[in-house]
């Protein structure tokens, strides 16, 4: 891989890992969130069950990334080859580390791939998140603002999220523009008057 080949599309060098998930649903949202927003890599570290008809029924689509989804024994084997690591957590943990928005994180993994790297985002189980043992072996901590009184998100949402927040890092956010037209001349006006009480007759 080239410098210039990260710079052409750095989310094709980001790859989402989730560890030791429980619903083959949350598998297959997860994927459809990451072709939602461009990115294919999906590496699972000891699934309960993969594959699975209700992952595929979740994926909506974007099977291909179920059927290119590495499956490892462990974390250290989902994170070969990869220089920055991105682990995602909503509980405060106590131990030394770095720890930065969802926003800040996914700035960190796209400048790592445009740099020629490539760069995991790490998520945990469904009921108790990533371990500290996980966190320490990502090179970054990152946590989503949610509320208070309720911050718990489900998996596939919090991938949602994380992914989005990489291709806007990647791409940008400007929306899509409507198609500018000429304003219409007093007499294309008239006559669009007088073509309505034609027809209206």
Same mark, same amino acid.
């Given at each position: 891989?080239?410098?210039?080949?990260?710079?052409?599309?750095?989310?094709?060098?980001?790859?989402?890992?989730?560890?030791?998930?429980?619903?083959?649903?949350?598998?297959?949202?997860?994927?459809?969130?990451?072709?939602?927003?461009?990115?294919?890599?999906?590496?699972?570290?000891?699934?309960?069950?993969?594959?699975?008809?209700?992952?595929?029924?979740?994926?909506?689509?974007?099977?291909?990334?179920?059927?290119?989804?590495?499956?490892?024994?462990?974390?250290?084997?989902?994170?070969?080859?990869?220089?920055?690591?991105?682990?995602?957590?909503?509980?405060?943990?106590?131990?030394?580390?770095? /720890?930065? #928005?969802?926003? $800040? %994180? &996914?700035?960190? =993994?796209?400048?790592? +791939?445009? @740099?020629?790297?490539?760069?995991?985002?790490?998520?945990?189980?469904?009921?108790?998140?990533?371990?500290?043992?996980?966190?320490?072996?990502?090179?970054?901590?990152?946590?989503?603002?949610?509320?208070?009184?309720?911050?718990?998100?489900?998996?596939?949402?919090?991938?949602?999220?994380?992914?989005?927040?990489?291709? /806007?890092? #990647?791409?940008? $956010? %400007? &929306?899509?523009? =409507?198609?500018?037209? +000429?304003? @219409?001349?007093?007499?294309?006006?008239?006559?669009?008057?007088?073509?309505?009480?034609?027809?209206?007759?």
């Amino acid at each position: 891989m080239t410098m210039d080949d990260s710079r052409a599309n750095p989310l094709d060098h980001v790859r989402v890992v989730l560890v030791a998930p429980s619903h083959p649903g949350n598998v297959g949202a997860s994927a459809r969130a990451m072709l939602a927003m461009g990115l294919s890599r999906l590496a699972l570290v000891a699934p309960s069950r993969f594959p699975d008809h209700e992952a595929t029924r979740r994926a909506t689509g974007a099977t291909a990334v179920l059927d290119a989804a590495r499956v490892v024994d462990s974390l250290d084997e989902a994170l070969e080859g990869v220089s920055c690591s991105v682990g995602y957590t909503s509980r405060p943990r106590e131990f030394a580390g770095v /720890v930065v #928005s969802a926003r $800040d %994180a &996914a700035a960190l =993994a796209i400048a790592s +791939a445009r @740099a020629g790297r490539e760069s995991a985002l790490v998520f945990g189980t469904e009921m108790s998140g990533l371990s500290n043992d996980d966190l320490a072996r990502c090179t970054a901590v990152a946590t989503i603002p949610t509320n208070p009184a309720f911050a718990s998100l489900n998996l596939a949402a919090a991938v949602q999220v994380a992914v989005y927040e990489a291709r /806007v890092a #990647s791409q940008g $956010d %400007a &929306a899509w523009q =409507a198609p500018r037209c +000429a304003p @219409a001349t007093h007499d294309e006006i008239e006559g669009l008057e007088h073509f309505d009480k034609v027809i209206s007759v």
